[in-house]
């Protein structure tokens, strides 16, 4: 179905089959709740602001798509691609993102409380005060990621062999040791072999020891 460039702005289209629909540059800021895009070509599509509560966006391209605001609530994306895909201020609540491709995605003030990332590819990725209480991140790739102002004491934490050097800012030092001095109070585990693996110094997260004076 070849609906590249169409305009569904407003549009009612909720449970509507679009498997496989070329979608590519639509307007589809609309209400999709329940919708069926599976393998959907929504490369550049505007979804800014859209209902796509429980809809299925397994193995859909959403390469360079605007998700602005969107609810995704509880939606089925295992395997799409969002390379690109601005998905700021997004509700991500307890949707399936299983090894989807978030490399160079925009997640800021996205809320995926409760959500599942096991494998999904986070490379380049902006997670800027991202709401991350009960996510899954197991086997997720973080790499060359930007973690600012993130607390992460309610996530679940990727293995460390999948996490190489990224920007971590240190108010996600601050907000993940619970402290505003996190060399100070110490960085717990498992938070503190996460944040080597992301290439912090263990000097900004270590706790500190009082000198040993001898007394004469």
Do not use: W
């Not at 679009?18 to 550049?44: D, E, H, K, M, P």
Request: charged share 15%.
């Amino acid at each position: 179905m070849n609906l590249v460039g169409a305009d569904f702005s407003s549009a009612n289209m909720a449970g509507m089959q679009l498997i496989q629909a070329n979608l590519t540059r639509a307007n589809l800021g609309a209400y999709l709740a329940g919708a069926y895009l599976a393998g959907a070509q929504l490369t550049s599509a505007n979804l800014s602001g859209a209902d796509l509560l429980g809809a299925r966006l397994r193995r859909t391209d959403l390469t360079d798509a605007d998700l602005t605001g969107a609810d995704v609530t509880g939606a089925n994306v295992t395997g799409a691609v969002l390379k690109g895909a601005n998905l700021s201020r997004s509700k991500l609540t307890a949707a399936n993102l299983t090894g989807t491709d978030l490399s160079g995605a925009n997640l800021t003030d996205t809320d995926l409380s409760g959500a599942d990332l096991t494998g999904a590819n986070l490379t380049g990725a902006l997670l800027d005060g991202s709401v991350l209480t009960r996510t899954r991140l197991h086997a997720c790739i973080i790499n060359d990621t930007k973690l600012i102002n993130l607390d992460l004491r309610a996530a679940i934490l990727p293995n460390i062999s999948s996490v190489s050097p990224s920007h971590v800012a240190s108010e996600t030092l601050f907000l993940t040791s619970g402290s505003d001095d996190p060399i100070a109070v110490g960085m717990p585990e498992p938070f503190f072999s996460f944040f080597v693996g992301c290439g912090v110094g263990q000097e900004r997260m270590q706790r500190r020891v009082a000198p040993n004076i001898r007394r004469s």
